[in-house]
């Protein structure tokens, strides 16, 4: 079978790239965290501002933000502008912590799977419980801190992973990848997709197949809106097309990102990953999940332990289409991610370096500091 041929508008360096534009900021204002929605793309890149705790919730829930790490960074700037409004109204420090708490909690329940979302929130609030004896003014201007520092290490983790990554790739390498792990997901260059970005910023050229991942389309919608954008090689392709290419002989390697890791490489992430892994063994091709270290969850002992998100079955039935697919009474089944097998995966790649099998070992090594 004939390659699918290079599209010549990936090269088109007039092309407007998402790769430097930030998908979480804080507002120059400080009252609103400013989102790219991401429901919007490929057809219109629109910001969006969110300052009220169920605009934040909304947000998170309705994947307007998503991706594990731009969920974490997006949280900690929304904790923090909240931050900032309850220390008008805080009576006490007492009053300000309890308020935080609420927020926290409320802003945490959005999406269960991405365990970034609770580790920034935690991480946030944990500045407030440590100090008591700062004045809240002081105080928010800590959080603010904070928050910015988790944007920052968030970039820097996904440049390290990025370049790690790239280094198990070779020019000419075709990549296989789902769901959207790139810059809009991470900031930065991203995790899943960053080698793919970093290969070609250092002058490795890659094909990619883009898994279309269904129901939600990140695949399609961000992921080839991202590699196209950038002037990389990308193909689309239906989710269940990635056995035929794997068949076919172009594909060197997979590459995915996490949305939580236990702590025996049992990794979670979009709904369609284990399926690739399951196909990526049967055709001896390379496995590689990418993540930051805050995606281990080092109280999750394995793939049991993660709560899996079950989400509208309108997303499968309605969503995508003028007219339903489906008859209304129609049960739908529609789990958000699923749990590779530690088994299937070949290495984890993380900011603080490439943990190989057997990830028990591996993975808790990079926590002995
Ligand atoms: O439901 P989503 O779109 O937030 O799911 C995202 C994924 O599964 C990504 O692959 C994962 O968060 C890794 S992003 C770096």
């Known amino acids: 079978m004939t390659q699918p041929q290079s599209n010549p508008a990936a090269t088109d360096a007039a092309s407007p790239t998402v790769v430097n534009v930030d998908a979480v900021e804080l507002a120059p204002s400080k009252d609103a965290v400013v989102i790219i929605d991401q429901t919007l ?23 307007k933000v998503r991706g594990a790490p731009a969920i974490g960074v997006c949280s900690g700037y929304c904790y923090y502008v909240l931050a900032r409004q309850e220390a008008q109204q805080a ?18 329940s959005s999406r269960p799977t991405a365990v970034n979302l609770q580790w920034a929130l935690d991480r946030m609030h944990a500045v407030t419980t440590s100090h008591s004896d700062t004045n809240l003014s002081d105080l928010v201007d800590l959080l603010e801190a904070e928050a910015r520092a988790i944007h920052s290490e968030d970039v820097a983790m996904s440049e390290e992973i990025s370049r790690l990554g790239a280094s198990l790739l070779h020019d000419g390498d075709g990549v296989l990848t789902h769901c959207n792990a790139g810059p809009l997901a991470c900031l930065g260059y991203g995790t899943g997709q960053g080698p793919l970005f970093y290969a070609h910023d250092h002058g490795k050229e890659v094909h990619v ?13 961000l992921t080839s809106y991202e590699l196209q954008r950038a002037g990389i090689d990308v193909t689309l392709i239906c989710d269940n097309m990635a056995s035929l290419v794997m068949k076919n002989g ?31 063994a049967h055709y001896g091709i390379p496995f590689y999940v990418l993540g930051p270290t805050s995606t281990i969850d080092r109280n ?5 332990d993660i709560h899996i998100e079950l989400r509208d079955p309108d997303e499968i039935k309605t969503m995508w289409y003028a007219e339903p697919k489906a008859l209304p009474e129609v049960k739908c089944y529609n789990p958000a991610f699923d749990v590779t097998d530690h088994n299937l995966i070949t290495a984890i790649i993380t900011e603080k370096g490439i943990c190989r099998p057997p990830y028990t070992q591996s993975l808790a090594a990079l926590f002995d500091d």
């Not at 009576?91 to 945490?108: E, I, W």
Request: net charge negative.
């Open 209 to 221: 197949f883009a898994d279309e991942t269904r129901p939600l389309l990140q695949g399609a919608r």
């Open 91 to 108: 009576s006490s420090y007492q009053d300000f912590v309890a308020r935080m708490q609420q927020h926290r909690d409320y802003l945490n």
């Open 300 to 304: 999750c002992p394995t793939g049991d």
């Open 41 to 63: 793309l490929p057809n219109r890149l629109e910001h969006i501002d969110l300052q009220t705790p169920k605009q934040m919730y909304d947000a998170i829930f309705q994947l």
């Open 250 to 280: 172009w594909v060197q390697a997979c590459m995915v990102g996490c949305d939580r890791v236990a702590m025996n490489g049992d990794a979670a992430n979009k709904i369609g990953t284990s399926g690739v892994a399951i196909l990526a």
